[in-house]
């Protein structure tokens, strides 16, 4: 089994390392900021200034870190493209050359087994263009399909091990577990973090400041076909994502907080009170800056008249 030597994997690690801890405080990072990283009293990018693959040649022949830039403006779904029929995830080739450098590094990250940083664009930073990067690690390149110019990724080491020359009973169940796993660890952390940095990290109803606290909750939900994207999102606090979810409290179109007949009527303590009761008619408080990210109006109007319907 071929593997990198003790500098590029210690390496790794520490990159790894250095990631979970700036993660604690932050939905996602800048090129700038990923450029901060310090490994042996020396400063290396973490990745390219305008590419999506990189390696830090100092420590390693293979990539160290590939990157998907944000798109706001997709109906779509946006990253179901990037799914083979196996359910994995697939990272494009830099153009149709397989021979060109930023392949070649590829090529080698997959062959040495060296774990990787998958980069996704999350949004950007507030009235710039400048776009702010989710890391998910550690990634690792698993095979080639060189027709198709691209690579294929397992996110979750279970997904490594494959039922080669497998029976069709295998291959389906593979598949299916490897979708669960896409969307587990893939997905819907993208979707959160998209979300809850596009609200700058606040509840929309009552602005509470604690990411821990907050979810990413669906308008038009995911099995009704709810697109992943942020426009279909609202940050909500855990008290108000239950009571959204609960028709407890319902969101009109022109983004007004209302809340069920019956509830009002209903005297019981201070967080039914200031909560709950006293956010009826009152506008969300915290929406995104951008007018692509802000909650779709005819996604909340449908949402609307479940609300009504079951006050
Ligand atoms: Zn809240």
Redesign the pocket.
Known sequence: MATGSIDDLAFRESVFAWLRARMLTAEGLTRQQLSEFEFNGRQHRLVGTQTGIWRVKDYSQGAISILTAYSPNEARRPYDDSVGDDGMLRYKWRGTDRMFPDNVWLRTAMERELPLVWFTGIGYLPGTQTQVFRPEFPVWLVREEPDLHQFVVAVDASQRALPAGADDTVIEFARSYNERIVRQRHHQPLFRSAVIYAYERK??????PFAELLDAAHIKSDSEGGAAKVANGLS??K??HGAFDANIIGISPDYVVHVRHSVLETFDGPTLQH?IKEMHGERLRQLPAARSEKPDRELLAERFEVFERAS
């Open positions: 509840c929309a109803v009552c602005r509470l909500l606090c008290i108000h909560a």
